[in-house]
């Protein structure tokens, strides 16, 4: 089973949601061990399963990690490999909370192993007026978030919410 079709399996139920989470989760958390991306490999997300699936999962599961070490070699810099931590955070979450469809993340995710994707950069500063030191891709979508429980028709608030979604590859399709 190569990784698209362990996605379909996926939608269709045909493995456990469990599974599913705990293997997604690996892929937005197994980089947080590390400072930069020159040295994760795929046994590094493998050895966090909690039990060894089927073979064809196994198979579905070694080429999404093989997907996540070419991703971490091309934002291997500590910085860039920072945010790319930071954007599969956000991308974790968005897919948990049914915001980001699972064909979309890993389309997007084998796009930007490959180079056809880019990480979202931002000047906050610019964007927000100001922002802390350290402020991030998530932090930026939290501080949207919260704009809109005050102001829930904000046009450059929703613009701004939109683009970062389509950045982090919400088709809007979820």
């Not at 590094?44 to 093989?66: K, S, T």
Request: proline share 5%; no cysteine.
């Amino acid at each position: 089973m190569n990784l698209h079709e362990w996605t379909n399996a996926a939608l269709r139920g045909e493995i456990v949601e469990d599974d599913v989470q705990h293997a997604l989760w690996l892929l937005s958390n197994t980089p947080m061990l590390y400072d930069n991306g020159e040295t994760i490999a795929v046994e590094d997300y493998m050895r966090g399963l909690e039990h060894q699936p089927p073979a064809a999962e196994l198979e579905a599961l070694g080429e999404l990690y093989a997907t996540a070490v070419a991703a971490s070699r091309r934002f291997a810099e500590p910085a860039e490999f920072d945010r790319m931590q930071d954007v599969l955070s956000l991308q974790f979450d968005l897919w948990a909370r049914g915001v980001l469809a699972l064909p979309d993340w890993m389309n997007w995710f084998e796009g930007l192993a490959k180079g056809v994707v880019d990480l979202p950069v931002y000047d906050f500063d610019e964007v927000l007026g100001s922002a802390p030191e350290g402020f991030m891709i998530q932090d930026f979508h939290d501080e949207l978030n919260y704009r809109l429980e005050d102001a829930p028709e904000d046009e450059w608030v929703l613009s701004h919410l939109d683009e970062l979604y389509r950045r982090v590859g919400v088709t809007g399709k979820a």
